[in-house]
């Protein structure tokens, strides 16, 4: 009785709550809503002439139906209810004989009508009070404990069959949506059900009955001396439930245009993306506003002040998030209650990554024409960690920089050689710098038309690949793997020190070593055509008999590769 009186005490504080809101400012718009749902009936009372009979709680299961007009609605609904009869009557008399004891669930359905009433202060939080009138059918409750020797009906209640019962329930729910449709529901409720008929046993003409024992007001003799006719008593429960919940907004008829107004009020939301670390702005930043379901009900890029503003937004509750090539930027929340009439309400979001933003472009060398399409490769030097991004329309392409890394960079194109950079983040400092610039250059490997590879130096007459022409050579093999129908003439040059002779003997030697070593990179040697030239082929005016300097000398000491036209091969 005493958990009774709680739950009673629990239903009508719910119930006097979302009374008293109906009156403030709820925001509950006409919809269409519905739940399903289920639970536990905690504590059923059946109201009979059956003093030895405790009633267990069970499952429960339902679901309701409303329209409403803004706070007030209609609804209907319908209930299951299971529960289950026990026999507490005290056996210990009868220790020494075989008992029977058959007992039967009890089901209850209830079909509902009624009005509702709802409070919603904001779109994700709703209370519903649901105040139901209608009919039930209650069925099962058959109870029978008796003695086998000697042969003696000791606790006995024939149950119910009833149909049609006038019954009435309260319930009160709160659901909190995920979205502007779906959410998630759980209350309490209180039924009762008025003046249930029970049945007669027709053969033995009683609907109850019990076998007084010590203590009972009728004595203790071996006979059912307590029995009862039907009793139309009440029916109640008190449940607890959970489920999900559904609503359907209105559509909203979408409103004239309206006339220019200068005196009408305007809200407006200016959204800045910065860097958290260097305070600098963010152009080209995604923005997008969102309520409080989650939607996008807003979006734009900021502008070269890392800048978006919104305006005419309708003052509410917003979530507002940003991205920056592909990192999602640390958000922020506008509150209904910031927004005032014609002032735009700032807001921040900031860039939180602490990898350097490695912003470069693809161009063609001697040109600077970008290079759209073009793959490019990241390659931490130390990791051996590989990205690949594409350029864009404009030819410029982005990636993110670890903090004291060192990459490579190049890029790939058919019928393009690229150069190979070099970039080190160790000089950089995060607090000071968030993007990093680089410039890829690629040449087009026309055929018949010579490429300088750059940094291949060889020994005062040797001929072997020095460690610092390795990076180089291994650029053309990454070249040859990425255009495996390329077939090119290595070649390479000396200046005009030493005899003619001399010169072709140990230009022939060098380009053979590249040779060697690109097939040990994995290239098919029958792809690859050394050549020595000599000095037959100076870049600057340093022929024999002119006085130069190292430096000029050591321009026309290369290595060049060519790409073989198909006629050649």
């Known amino acids: 009785m005493k958990k009774m009186i709680i739950l009673l005490c629990v239903l009508q504080t719910m119930m006097i709550a979302v009374t008293a809101q109906i009156n403030s400012n709820s925001t509950s718009p006409n919809r269409f809503a519905a739940s399903l ?36 609605g209609l609804g209907g609904d319908f209930d299951y209810i299971q529960n289950r009869p026990q026999s507490n009557y005290p056996t210990g008399a009868y220790a020494g004989s075989a008992l029977n004891l058959q007992e039967d669930k009890i089901t209850r359905m209830f079909y509902g ?12 939080f709703a209370a519903e009070l649901f105040l139901r009138g209608g009919l039930a059918s209650i069925k099962g409750g058959y109870t029978n404990l008796s003695a086998t020797s000697p042969a003696q009906l000791l606790n006995y209640h024939v149950g119910y069959d009833a149909k049609n019962v006038l019954s009435a329930k309260a319930q009160a729910q709160f659901s909190y949506y995920f979205t502007r449709s779906v959410g998630v529901h759980a209350g309490i409720y209180y039924m009762r059900h008025f003046k249930t008929p029970e049945l007669t046993d027709a053969k033995l003409g009683f609907s109850a009955a019990y076998l007084p024992v010590a203590g009972d007001n009728a004595g203790s003799q071996p006979s059912l001396a307590q029995r009862s006719n039907a009793c139309n008593c009440d029916i109640s429960s008190l449940g607890a ?38 305070n600098e702005v963010l152009p080209n930043t995604d923005v997008v506003i969102k309520n409080v379901y989650g939607e996008i009900i807003h979006g734009g890029t900021t502008n070269n002040y890392g800048v978006i503003v919104f305006s005419n937004i ?62 490019v490769v990241l390659t931490n030097t130390v990791k051996a960690e590989q990205k690949t991004t594409h350029t864009n329309d404009k030819g410029a392409f982005i990636f993110h920089a670890l903090q004291n890394a060192t990459y490579s960079v190049y890029a790939k194109k058919n019928d393009y050689f690229s150069q190979t950079e070099t970039i080190t983040t160790l000089s950089f400092d995060r607090n000071k710098t ?22 291949i130096y060889y020994d005062l007459d040797k001929f072997f690949i020095r460690e610092d022409a390795k990076p180089e050579l291994n650029k053309l093999a990454q070249f040859m793997k990425d255009n495996p129908g ?84």
């Open 241 to 278: 439930f959970a489920g999900v919940s559904i609503q359907l907004p209105k559509k909203e008829k979408k409103p004239a245009p309206k006339e220019d107004c200068n005196t009408c009020d305007n809200y407006a939301l200016a959204v800045t993306a910065r860097d958290q670390y260097t």
């Open 37 to 72: 749902r289920g639970g536990y009936d905690a504590l059923p009372f059946y109201n009979n002439n059956t003093p030895y009979i405790n009633y267990k709680g069970g499952p429960a299961a339902g679901a309701s139906v409303n329209y409403y007009w803004g706070w007030l």
């Open 113 to 124: 009508i009624g009005p509702s009433l709802k409070y919603q202060r904001n779109d994700r």
């Open 434 to 455: 968030l993007f990093i610039k680089l410039e890829v250059c690629m040449e087009k490997t026309d055929c018949g038309k010579a490429i300088i590879l750059k940094n």
């Open 486 to 569: 390329v077939k090119v003439e290595l070649s390479s040059h000396t200046d005009s020190r030493a005899s003619d002779t001399y010169n072709m003997t140990l230009s022939q030697k060098r380009a053979d070593a590249a040779v060697d070593y690109l097939v040990l990179q994995g290239i098919e040697k029958v792809r690859l055509i050394p050549v020595g030239y000599g000095e037959r082929r100076l870049l600057n005016r340093c022929k024999d008999g002119v006085d130069c300097s190292e430096a000029e000398h050591q321009i026309n000491r290369r290595t060049e590769i060519k790409v073989i036209c198909p006629d050649n091969r």
């Open 314 to 375: 309708r003052p509410d509750n917003y979530s507002i998030a940003g991205k920056l090539f592909d990192v999602d930027l640390k958000g922020t929340a506008a509150n209904k209650n910031d927004f005032k009439p014609n002032q735009t309400l700032q807001k921040e979001i900031l860039y939180t990554d602490d990898r350097f933003i490695l912003r470069g472009q693809v161009v063609e060398c001697n040109v600077a024409n970008p290079l759209t399409g073009a793959s």
